[in-house]
């Protein structure tokens, strides 16, 4: 009790003066000094992380980001999965909606019978869960190598290039477990079809 009175007495001596400049300094350090510092840190050890994952096409040219989806419609490229939002990065999130909500059934019924109409095929039993399902952020940049291979079908039908040869793409830019551990092999769909379109020379 006696030194907490004795902290309070020493507190209360302090001056606005005093104040203002240890305000200052805490502004300056915290504020200032230590995102500076994280910010050099980041450009020297990880400087593509820290830009954000940029990604580029063959002339160079930022087309995104391996962080964030992009929705691809045209059939001659692998598409991504659902995306309530359309992948827009300001608006992370999906709807919360219970497997028996009508408007869920609904997107999912049309997702279905989209796949049904490009991708005659491949049976609709063949379809992978991750396709017609959104991610948790909306925003997910991958899929599973599975949902890469059932498309193929549909793009070598359209673009001429070998079922094999296709499939062997999407083994190249198969992403294995992190660490050999955690998570499960992921084929991000931009870095896929970038790929895909230096073969048809696009």
């Known amino acids: 009790m ?3 009175a ?3 007495r020493e507190t209360d001596r302090l001056s606005p003066g005093v104040v203002i400049r240890i305000s200052f300094v805490f502004i300056v350090l915290c504020g200032i000094v230590y995102p500076l510092a994280c910010t050099g840190v980041a450009q020297v050890l990880f400087p593509a992380h820290a830009n954000g994952s940029l990604v580029e096409n063959a002339k160079g040219e930022v087309v995104g980001s391996e962080l964030i989806g992009q929705k691809f419609t045209d059939p001659n490229y692998f598409h991504g999965r659902v995306s309530s939002i359309d992948y ?3 608006a992370s999130g999906s709807n919360n909606y219970a497997p028996s909500n009508p408007d869920m059934l609904k997107r999912t019924e049309e997702s279905i ?3 049904k109409k490009n991708n005659p095929e491949v049976p609709i039993g063949r379809l992978p869960i991750d396709l017609i399902t959104n991610s948790g952020s909306g925003l997910d940049p991958h899929i599973t190598p599975e949902s890469a291979k059932v498309q193929v079908p549909r793009i070598s039908k359209r673009t001429g290039l070998s079922i094999d040869r296709l499939n062997k793409l999407i083994d190249a830019k198969t992403d294995g477990r992190d660490l050999g ?10 870095k896929l079809n970038l790929a895909l379109n230096g073969w048809l020379g696009n």
């Open 88 to 90: 827009r990065a300001e």
């Open 113 to 115: 019978e989209e796949w």
């Open 181 to 190: 551990l955690f998570g499960e092999p992921r084929v991000n769909v931009l």
């Open 6 to 8: 004795n902290i309070e």
């Open 2 to 4: 006696k030194q907490s």
